[in-house]
Each structure stands twice: as C-alpha cells, then as structure tokens.
C-alpha cells in the first residue's frame, strides 16, 4: 500500500512532535517533522513528501520564503499552512502563492485530517467558518463606517456578489446564502473571495489617500 508521505515545518518541539505523531496513528500516512531551519529544504529534498505541512510561525525562517521555496523544488507537492486564525491580507497572500489548504491551531481532529488528506487529492480547503468569520469581520466594520449600501456602492461588484455582500453581511452562512440565491456553495465561496478582495482594495486605496492628505509632500 503506497502511503501519503507528509513533512512537518514546526519550531515549537512539542506542537512538532504531537502533529507529527498524530499523523502516524493515521492508516496510510507516513510522516516525518523538522524544525523550519536550513535543513527543512534537505529533508524535503530527500524526501520528496506529497503534503508539506508549514507553521506560519516559524522562527528560524519566513515561512513564506520557506513555502515558495519548497513549491519551486517540488511542483507536485501540496502546501497546507497552519496558524491561529490569521488577517484576512494574510489568507489571501498564501492562496495566491498556491496553497492548498489550511489549518487552525484549534481545528478539531477531523477538519484537521480533512484538510490534509483533501490537499493531497489536489483540492484547495479554506474551512467555511474561516472564510465566513473573515467576510463577517470585514463586512461588519464596514457596515460600522457607513452602512451596506454605501460598501457596495463604493466598490464595483456584480450583481450577485451584491446580493452575497448583503445576505452574509446578515449574518447568514454559505450554505445559507447558496440556497437563499439557488447557486453552488463554491459559486457563493468564490463571490465571498471577489468581495473580500475588493473591500480589501478599496481600504488600500483610501488609506493611501488619507496618508496623501495628511502627508501632502510625500
């Protein structure tokens, strides 16, 4: 039986040494950690692991220097990241850079290995009440500085991203939301990454011009 070869990028010894071991009571994973230093690009290299798994709060080393690294050497290697929850800037800057999945340090057994084992069939798992507690955030603090409707108008957004905007901005759920429009969930989980992405831009730009105006020799 071919098993599922995983690596583990952790400097704390005990989360390293208890993930580690958690993954090899699992049937069909072999796995194997080291600290995020010099010699986690050896051991991958020696390795050739099909899940890289990476603490995005690696000491020794910028974990995403490390991940670009790894997905460089190892085209078919999934990445799957993990940290407590972090910025919304932060989840999208990992995406972009390929990752595959992640994972929170208080994730449950199951979503844990879930995760894991849905990267290593080449799915890309951003957990729903990650991504729904991200637009919640955002949206929310949004809705604080002027309402909905003025965080829509403000930005340019389809439709039914308008539509999705509005409907979780209530506090509904994907799942909610994609029966409410009568779309797939992945339709409504990509409507919430477009708007994230946009509301993320817009507070750029107005920051970048509220810095302007208070800093006009710049």
Same mark, same amino acid.
């Given at each position: ?28 994973? =072999? ?106 955030? =955002?949206?929310?603090?949004? =809705? ?16 039914? @991203? ?13 799942? @909610?939301?994609?029966? #409410?429009? #009568? ?5 409504? #989980? ?15 730009? @107005? ?12």
């Amino acid at each position: 039986m071919i098993k599922l070869k995983i690596l583990v990028i952790e400097d704390n010894r005990l989360l390293r040494v208890g993930t580690t071991a958690l993954l090899n009571e699992q049937e069909g994973i =072999i796995a194997v950690s080291t600290r995020g230093n010099r010699g986690a690009l050896e051991k991958a290299k020696k390795l050739v692991p099909d899940i890289v798994l990476v603490s995005l709060g690696l000491k020794s080393q910028n974990s995403m220097s490390v991940i670009e690294t790894i997905m460089k050497q190892h085209p078919r290697t999934q990445v799957v990241v993990m940290d407590f929850l972090p910025l919304h800037s932060h989840v999208v800057e990992y995406f972009k850079a390929g990752v595959s999945g992640y994972v929170a340090r208080d994730a449950t057994h199951e979503d844990f290995l879930h995760t894991i084992r849905s990267a290593a069939k080449g799915l890309r798992i951003l957990p729903p009440t990650i991504s729904e507690s991200l637009f919640s955030q =955002i949206v929310k603090s949004a =809705i604080e500085e002027g309402g909905v409707d003025r965080v829509v108008e403000a930005i340019e957004l389809t439709k039914q @991203e308008r539509e999705v905007a509005n409907l979780m901005a209530k506090g509904k759920s994907i799942i @909610e939301t994609s029966r #409410k429009l #009568k779309v797939a969930t992945f339709v409504v #989980k990509n409507h919430v990454r477009n708007v994230l992405d946009k509301l993320a831009l817009h507070t750029r730009l @107005e920051l970048a011009a509220f810095a302007k105006v208070r800093n006009p020799s710049e």
